[in-house]
């Protein structure tokens, strides 16, 4: 009898234990904001760039638009010079979209040298496809699809942010770091949705390849981890692809499921010294 309680006693306590995880991870862990810093170097420095990296905002029924008020003020507490999103500002535009209250939280955010997005595979979907553009640009972003940016810094420096195109849905340029005035400046900075597509920008083109899209996995255990197309080799932090740093962001909102555990929505700060 003593040793069917203890397993009775054993079932209850895994049932518990059980209860309370799954709590967290609906309740506690997507609602936690994680601001990780990191930093980076490239030669004698004489000046430090503070950037910004969000992707996969992701609004929805789960995250809500009133959420984005603490998004905001954790970003603008970074006092960042630069500000990147890269990709999917929406879950399910065609299923819930509120714009006007996105615009405004996006037009909050503050940033010294401006605000660059790129295009997401769901900001393609669900009709999100042609309201994506003017939401971002009244949001302050500059919306980059193939297309660069230079940043000149007092210290005379240039800095290059490109941005592809979708890998998904759109026609991405892998070789447009390699063009125009992008060839000539101190730090080369490229932002795309899919990590996995890193593969495919020639070597040594950028110093710094941001990307989103994973989510990390939403759910990270020793035994399993969620994965997702063109997100199955690069999941989360750096990796070295082609001679340069890629560094993949896991995201803000959810996707699928509205859960997260062990893999907290995140910010990114690179502190950049050139």
């Not at 070789?175 to 101190?186: I, P, R, V, W």
């Amino acid at each position: 009898m003593k040793i069917i309680k203890r397993i009775i006693l054993f079932i209850l306590m895994i049932l518990i234990l059980t209860g309370l995880l799954a709590v967290y991870a609906v309740k506690i862990e997507p609602y936690r904001l994680a601001v990780h810093d990191y930093e980076l170097k490239k030669g004698p420095a004489s000046i430090e760039l503070k950037l910004v990296h969000i992707s996969d905002i992701q609004v929805s029924e789960a995250y809500s638009e009133d959420r984005l008020g603490k998004l905001v003020d954790k970003i603008n507490g970074q006092s960042p010079d630069i500000v990147v999103f890269t990709g999917d500002l929406y879950d399910n535009y065609a299923s819930y979209h509120p714009e006007k209250k996105v615009e405004k939280a996006l037009s909050d955010i503050q940033a010294k040298y401006g605000k660059y997005a790129v295009w997401g595979n769901r900001d393609y979907g669900g009709s999100a496809m042609r309201a994506y553009p003017g939401i971002i640009q009244n949001g302050g972003f500059k919306l980059l699809a193939n297309e660069s940016a230079i940043i000149r810094l007092p210290d005379g420096k240039k800095i290059g942010i490109g941005g592809l195109d979708d890998v998904l849905f759109g026609t991405p340029d892998y070789g447009l770091m390699e063009s125009g005035e992008l060839k000539n400046c101190d730090y080369k900075i490229l932002l795309m949705h899919e990590p996995d597509a890193a593969e495919r920008v020639p070597e040594k083109s950028a110093d710094l390849i941001l990307a989103g899209h994973s989510h990390g996995g939403q759910v990270k255990l020793p035994f399993f981890k969620m994965k997702t197309s063109l997100a199955k080799k690069f999941t989360d932090g750096f990796y070295s692809v082609n001679g340069m740093k890629l560094f993949v962001n896991t995201g803000i909102g959810t996707s699928h499921y509205p859960i997260r555990f062990l893999v907290p929505p995140e910010i990114d700060v690179f502190r950049i010294s050139i």
